[in-house]
C-alpha cells in the first residue's frame, strides 16, 4: 500500500532582509547579511527552500555588564570593557557574524549615558569592527526616544537594523529608521495578535515591510521555552499561509534569557550535582539556542563564544539536510 503524500505546499514566503551595507550602497560594512526567505517550515528542505541560514550575532554592552557570570566575563576577557574592544574580539576571535550592541548605559537606573554618549559608542563598534550592527536600545521608552534617533542618524547609511518599537511606543524610531535608511525592530510579549499590530502600525507610517523583523520575546530553556516555541511557530505558519503581516523574520535573543537562569549561571560550589559552570552555562545558552532555530528564528544574539561556535556547527548542518 503506497505511501500518502504528506507534503505541506505552502503559498507564501517569509521576506528577505538584508543587513548591512557595504561600499557599493554607500556604507562601509565588510559583510553583510540577509536573512528570511524560507518557503518551508525551519529546515524542512524537502518542502520548499530555505536561502538564508540563521545568523548568529554576538551581544557587546555600552557599559561592563556588571551582573554577568563571571564564567561567562573570564570566556570574553577583558575586552568587555571596551565596546570597539568587545566588538573587535567578537568579529576576529569568537567568529561572530553580526554585533548586536546593546545600549545599557543609557538606562537611568544603568549609566544614564547621554545621547551624544551613546551615538559615539555606535561610531566607535562601526569603525572597530567590518560586521552589520544590531543597535540595541536601553528597555526604557523615553530614555529610548531620546537616544536612538540619534544612534540612527550616527549610523546612517549603514543599514543597521535598530529595535525595538513596541505597540505603544513606536512613531519615534519607526519615523527615525525610515529617515536613516535602517531596518526595524518590532517587539511583542509572546502574542501573534500583538506582533501582527506592531507590524501594521509601522506599515501605516509608510515603513516598508521588507524591512523589518519581529521580536516575539524569547524563553530559555526551563523557562516557558515550550510557550515560545509555540508562538513562534504559529506565527510562521499563518506567515506561510499567507499573512504579509507575519512573514517577517524573527530575531531571538538567545543569550540574554539564557543567562538569566539559575541552571546556566550557579556555582559548582552552590550546585555540586550540576557540575563545572564553565561549561554548564555554554551548554544552557546553546541548548536554548538549537531549541528556537526549530521554530525559525532567522537572527539568534549570543553571548558565549563557546556556545556560539557550537550552534553555529549545528545551523551548518542543518543547512545540509
Not at 556588571?66 to 577583558?78: E, F, H, N, Q, T
Not at 574580539?89 to 549615558?113: N, Q, R, S, Y
Not at 553555529?312 to 542543518?318: D, E, G, M, R, T
Amino acid at each position: 500500500m503506497p505511501l500518502p503524500d504528506a507534503t505541506e505546499r505552502w503559498t507564501m514566503a517569509i521576506n528577505e532582509v538584508t543587513i548591512g551595507a557595504g561600499p557599493d550602497d554607500g556604507g562601509t560594512r565588510k559583510s553583510t547579511v540577509r536573512v528570511g526567505g524560507e518557503k518551508a517550515l525551519p529546515y524542512m528542505h524537502f518542502e520548499g527552500p530555505t536561502p538564508n541560514r540563521t545568523v548568529v550575532a554576538m551581544e557587546v554592552w555600552d557599559c561592563p555588564p556588571a551582573d554577568w557570570a563571571p564564567s561567562l566575563v573570564d570566556a570574553l576577557g577583558d575586552v568587555v570593557n571596551s565596546p570597539a574592544e568587545w566588538a573587535k574580539a567578537c568579529e576576529e576571535k569568537f567568529g561572530a557574524e553580526m554585533i548586536c550592541l546593546t545600549l545599557k548605559g543609557a538606562h537611568p537606573e544603568f549609566g544614564d549615558a547621554s545621547p551624544d554618549d551613546s551615538a559615539a559608542v555606535v561610531k566607535s563598534v562601526l569603525a572597530a569592527t567590518g560586521l552589520p550592527l544590531i543597535i540595541w536600545g536601553c528597555d526604557h521608552d523615553e530614555k529610548d526616544n531620546l537616544v536612538l534617533p540619534k544612534c540612527s542618524q550616527a549610523a546612517a547609511g549603514e543599514r543597521c537594523l535598530i529595535g525595538t518599537i513596541k505597540d505603544d511606543n513606536y512613531k519615534t524610531l519607526t519615523a527615525a529608521c525610515l529617515a536613516d535608511g535602517h531596518n526595524l525592530i518590532g517587539e511583542s510579549p509572546i502574542d501573534i495578535n500583538i506582533a501582527k499590530q506592531v507590524n501594521i502600525l509601522a506599515s501605516d507610517m509608510g515603513f516598508p515591510l521588507e524591512r523589518m523583523v519581529m521580536f516575539p520575546s524569547t524563553g530559555a530553556l526551563g523557562y516557558g521555552i515550550e510557550y515560545v516555541y509555540s508562538i513562534q511557530e504559529r506565527g510562521r505558519l499563518a506567515a506561510l499561509g499567507g499573512d504579509k503581516m507575519m512573514a517577517m523574520p524573527v530575531i531571538c535573543q538567545v543569550g540574554q534569557e539564557a543567562w538569566r537562569a539559575k541552571e546556566a549561571k550557579a556555582t559548582a560550589e552552590e550546585f555540586p550535582q550540576w557540575g563545572n559552570e564553565t561549561d554548564r552555562g555554554a551548554l544552557w545558552e546553546m541548548t536554548t539556542a538549537v531549541t528556537l532555530l526549530q521554530a525559525g528564528a532567522d537572527i539568534i544574539v549570543m553571548r558565549h563564544p563557546k556556545a556560539v561556535a557550537a550552534t553555529k556547527k549545528v545551523i551548518a548542518q542543518l543547512m545540509k539536510d
